[in-house]
């Protein structure tokens, strides 16, 4: 697939907005995007922003199935693209922020996990995203180039993903799991490690060499209920002012 075209900047909408915009967004943009949709209705008094947030695969599907929405944010581009062919999403799609995976372990770390070459150990209960959820894809990326690297060994994923005991349909899911002890490591995004967390899990780093970059989608709906306001709401999100909301919740700004 062609790489992404420059993200251009947003320009204030001449369309009158107001009503409700509804967000299908990726369950790892929920703080970020809930603090966006607080200055959004600021800036356009008589605007609601509503939420679902759930897996992009989820998403997608819902979208698919019928349900309506104006904003599709999507955690990886396979989604959003899957979503063109649905025919729900007619606009080009513009990359909108980055994420980096990393591994997270209880606090605790019970299964002694000092590195990322410890997600091999026999007895790791390690909990993984399904394989259509953006997380779980490059999680499983990232586990491919581990094991073309001959300090990991060539059955590197295979023994990690032996751990696997479960596997979750988005990234808070698995968050949730390993904060609260029911598991010993999973893979999440730097952004999802927030302050009501932060001391309940520890970030096991990715090495550089096999982690991927995670770059994030967002486009209005074919069927918008509220186009003006699904226009508005991503031209907010491109603007400074969204970039360094996100850049506060842990996010990459497109211009970096």
């Known amino acids: 697939m062609a790489p992404a075209s420059p ?3 947003p320009t204030p909408t001449a369309e009158p907005v107001s009503g409700e915009v509804v967000v299908f967004a990726a369950a790892s943009l929920a703080d970020a995007f809930q603090e966006i949709a607080q200055e959004f209705q600021a800036m356009y008094p008589g605007t609601t922003v509503t939420f679902n947030f759930a897996g992009s695969s989820a998403l997608r599907t819902q979208l698919a199935q019928g349900a309506k929405a104006d904003v599709f944010a999507s955690a990886d581009e396979k989604n959003m693209r899957g979503a ?18 990393v591994v997270v372990v209880p606090a605790d770390n019970p299964a002694g996990i000092a590195g990322f070459a410890d997600l ?5 209960r390690l909990v993984l995203e399904a ?3 953006p997380i ?8 491919a180039k581990a094991s073309e690297d001959p300090a990991y060994g060539g059955d590197f994923a295979d023994r990690v993903l032996a751990n696997v005991v479960s596997e979750e349909t988005n990234v808070k899911a698995a968050l949730t799991k390993v904060a609260l002890g029911e598991a010993d490591a999973t893979f ?7 302050p009501d967390v932060r001391e309940k899990v520890r970030v096991v780093e990715v090495p550089e060499q096999f982690n991927v970059v995670a770059e ?11 186009a003006a306001g699904g226009r508005a709401f991503i031209d907010f999100v491109l603007s400074p002012e969204g970039q360094a909301i996100l850049e506060k919740w842990g996010f990459t700004p497109v211009e970096r």
């Open 7 to 9: 993200t251009p900047q």
């Open 84 to 101: 063109q062919e649905d025919g729900t999403v007619a606009e080009e799609p513009r990359v909108f922020v980055r994420n980096t995976p």
């Open 120 to 124: 091999a150990k026999p007895g790791v």
């Open 131 to 133: 394989k259509d959820v």
């Open 136 to 143: 779980g894809n490059y999680a499983r990326q990232i586990l």
């Open 188 to 194: 999440v995004y730097v952004s999802d490690v927030t």
């Open 216 to 226: 994030y989608y967002i486009a209005t709906t074919k069927e918008a209920p509220n």
